[in-house]
């Protein structure tokens, strides 16, 4: 028997759904609702399953942008997205990692709904103008002036070098050792004068509540925690298609991700919340 076609594309329609949402709790039920929907359409008259799929998923994604953004807007502290446990495989497809990594889904949490399944939709998955526009309810015209404007505001926000994988690896590895032993000097010289760290504990565990600026204090504030936490404890995954963090301080987990430019740490992305860190035991499947 022939494969069902929403089984066959499950894992692009979760990362569909993830990068839209940034949230893979969220990415999950809507890929469940879409699934539902999939069960009762004659899959006789569905010309493109894939298409149909990414249409369904793009437009439940939308219901669940707009219901999420009170919510959003209420958090308590910094959000930033839910982490995911991901195989080196992974960052082989190098614009699928950079479009899962937490700094550009950061940045895309900047955008509108509608330009984010637009710029998801074209940038990452190459969708046609005409697929969009069924998917968004709005006019292909209207969408390539859509593209257009999403493409130039995360160009100008997400991070200006992409680095080697064994770059990116080296400097996590020495980040994380310099960290676990609490030598503060180390974490400086790891840093860019200018890095910023950005926490999210969601108001259940401590975190910083506003971005933190400066080498020095990051490094000194990393340093602290680790010399005050009992049973601290670092190990090198990969998360979101590139080379992470997991810290464990007292029996709370972390999950870290950084921005490297020049051999440099110039963006610290710590993710607390343990409502965001149910996904790091195992890989998520992404595909395109």
Same mark, same amino acid.
């Given at each position: 028997?022939?494969?069902?076609?929403?089984?066959?594309?499950?894992?692009?329609?979760?990362?569909?759904?993830?990068?839209?949402?940034?949230?893979?709790?969220?990415?999950?039920?809507? &890929?469940?609702?879409?699934?539902? !929907?999939?069960?009762?359409?004659?899959?006789?008259?569905?010309?493109? +399953?894939?298409?149909?799929? &990414?249409?369904?998923?793009?437009?439940?994604?939308?219901?669940?942008?707009?219901?999420?953004?009170?919510?959003?807007?209420?958090?308590?502290?910094?959000?930033?997205?839910?982490? $995911? $446990?991901?195989?080196?495989?992974?960052?082989?497809?190098? %614009?699928?990692? %950079?479009?899962?990594?937490?700094?550009?889904?950061?940045?895309?949490?900047?955008?509108? +709904?509608?330009? !984010?399944?637009?710029? &998801?939709? !074209?940038?990452?998955?190459?969708?046609?103008?005409?697929?969009?526009?069924?998917?968004?309810?709005?006019? +292909?015209?209207? *969408?390539?002036?859509?593209?257009?404007?999403?493409?130039?505001?995360?160009?100008?926000?997400? =991070?200006? *070098?992409?680095?080697?994988?064994?770059?990116?690896?080296?400097?996590?590895? !020495?980040?994380?050792?310099?960290?676990?032993?609490?030598?503060?000097?180390?974490?400086?010289?790891?840093?860019?004068?200018? *890095?910023?760290?950005?926490?999210?504990?969601?108001?259940?565990?401590?975190?910083?509540?506003? +971005?933190?600026?400066?080498?020095?204090?990051?490094?000194?504030?990393?340093?602290?925690?680790?010399?005050?936490?009992?049973?601290?404890?670092?190990?090198?995954?990969? $998360?979101?298609?590139?080379?992470?963090?997991?810290?464990?301080?007292?029996?709370? =987990?972390?999950?870290?991700?950084?921005?490297?430019?020049?051999?440099?740490?110039?963006?610290?992305? $710590?993710?607390?919340?343990?409502?965001?860190?149910?996904?790091?035991?195992?890989?998520?499947?992404?595909?395109?």
């Amino acid at each position: 028997m022939a494969k069902d076609p929403f089984v066959a594309h499950r894992g692009l329609l979760f990362t569909v759904a993830y990068e839209m949402l940034g949230s893979a709790a969220d990415a999950e039920d809507v &890929v469940q609702e879409s699934w539902l !929907r999939w069960a009762g359409v004659d899959h006789a008259r569905v010309r493109d +399953p894939r298409a149909y799929l &990414v249409r369904t998923v793009t437009r439940q994604s939308l219901n669940r942008l707009r219901s999420l953004s009170r919510s959003r807007e209420e958090y308590v502290g910094e959000w930033l997205p839910e982490p $995911l $446990l991901t195989s080196p495989d992974v960052a082989e497809d190098v %614009e699928l990692a %950079e479009s899962v990594s937490i700094a550009v889904l950061t940045v895309l949490e900047t955008l509108g +709904p509608v330009e !984010r399944a637009v710029f &998801v939709l !074209r940038e990452v998955f190459a969708v046609p103008y005409g697929e969009i526009a069924g998917a968004t309810g709005k006019s +292909p015209a209207a *969408v390539r002036q859509i593209a257009r404007r999403a493409r130039e505001h995360v160009a100008a926000r997400r =991070p200006r *070098v992409r680095v080697s994988r064994s770059e990116q690896q080296a400097v996590v590895e !020495r980040f994380l050792v310099a960290l676990r032993t609490g030598r503060l000097r180390e974490l400086m010289d790891l840093m860019a004068p200018d *890095v910023v760290m950005i926490a999210d504990g969601g108001g259940i565990v401590a975190a910083a509540p506003a +971005p933190v600026h400066g080498a020095e204090v990051v490094a000194g504030l990393l340093a602290r925690a680790g010399r005050l936490g009992a049973g601290f404890r670092t190990a090198a995954v990969w $998360l979101n298609g590139a080379p992470a963090g997991r810290i464990e301080c007292d029996g709370e =987990p972390s999950a870290v991700s950084l921005v490297v430019e020049d051999g440099r740490v110039t963006r610290i992305y $710590l993710v607390r919340n343990p409502r965001k860190l149910t996904r790091l035991d195992v890989p998520a499947v992404l595909a395109r």
